[in-house]
């Protein structure tokens, strides 16, 4: 209520959603669909999400187990966000989609316990679970209707590393059948982009099996985002005189 009323005059249309942009060398125009039917508007600039999904690769590459409860795997953890490796501790998104109340929280919560401070950390277990009853309701209110979904024709882009359209994955049951066939995924972004794309629109996800079995992995096969380094190699590296009056960093 509060948003709404700091956008005043703001035209805000819900139960909307664009279904095509058109434009020559840039974009003009797009095509919403409404529920008084199809409009074609003139604009300017178009920006388009449609949600978040947890990153886990950091905490699968650790060997973190993952709740492969819903489509977009999340870290599994305790009350205290202890992962089931010891001394490794998760908060935020990577938990489950929250906003930035409950991530904040749950940074608090996970670096009293990291230092061992246990009873504050559990001092804040109200404050999260105040913040994640929010954050349970935004599936339920902002998920993708079917229609949304049904917007992606054949020739939409899907990967756009290998420029593989909708259409030539239909014949494919899952994500490594397409991969090998089309390139799909095997890009510059590895499948951080069309991966949660596809697992939408196809269901190609893995399997909680393969999850269980290869906790490494992270989901479509995607690079590490980080990779071990030796002790020799950051002692190695050069770094800019710190200006003695200036705080430590």
């Known amino acids: ?23 020559d060398g ?21 920006a388009v999400g449609y949600g978040l999904v947890p990153n886990t690769e950091l905490a699968a590459q650790l060997g973190c187990a993952l709740d ?18 010891a001394g490794i501790y998760a908060a935020g998104e990577a938990c489950g989609i929250g906003g930035v109340d409950a ?32 954050a349970d309701l935004l599936p339920r209110h ?15 882009v899907i990967c756009r590393c290998e420029d593989v359209r909708l259409g030539q994955l239909d014949e494919h049951a899952d994500w490594r059948a397409a991969k ?15 991966g949660a794309a596809l697992t939408e629109l196809r269901g190609f996800a893995p399997s909680a099996a393969t999850i269980a079995s290869t906790p490494a992995a992270p989901a479509h096969g ?7 380094t030796r002790l020799a190699s950051l002692a190695g590296l050069s770094y800019p005189a710190q200006d003695a009056t200036a705080p430590p960093r």
């Open 1 to 23: 209520a509060a948003l709404r009323a700091r956008l005043a005059g703001v035209p805000y249309r819900g139960a909307s959603w664009v279904c095509a942009a058109h434009g």
């Open 26 to 46: 840039r974009v003009r125009e797009v095509e919403l669909e409404t529920p008084r039917g199809r409009r074609r508007i003139a604009i300017d600039h178009l």
């Open 68 to 85: 492969t409860g819903s489509a977009h795997a999340c870290v599994r953890v305790d009350d205290d966000l202890a992962t089931s490796v």
């Open 103 to 134: 991530a904040r929280i749950e940074g608090e919560m996970a670096g009293h316990a990291a230092a061992g401070a246990l009873d504050a950390a559990r001092a804040l277990r109200a404050r999260r679970e105040h913040a994640r009853a929010f």
């Open 142 to 156: 902002f998920a993708l209707r079917a229609q949304v979904r049904q917007a992606a024709t054949a020739q939409t």
């Open 180 to 194: 090998l066939a089309t390139r799909c995924g095997m890009g510059s972004c590895q499948g951080r982009i069309c």
């Open 222 to 228: 995607a690079r590490p985002p980080v990779f071990p």
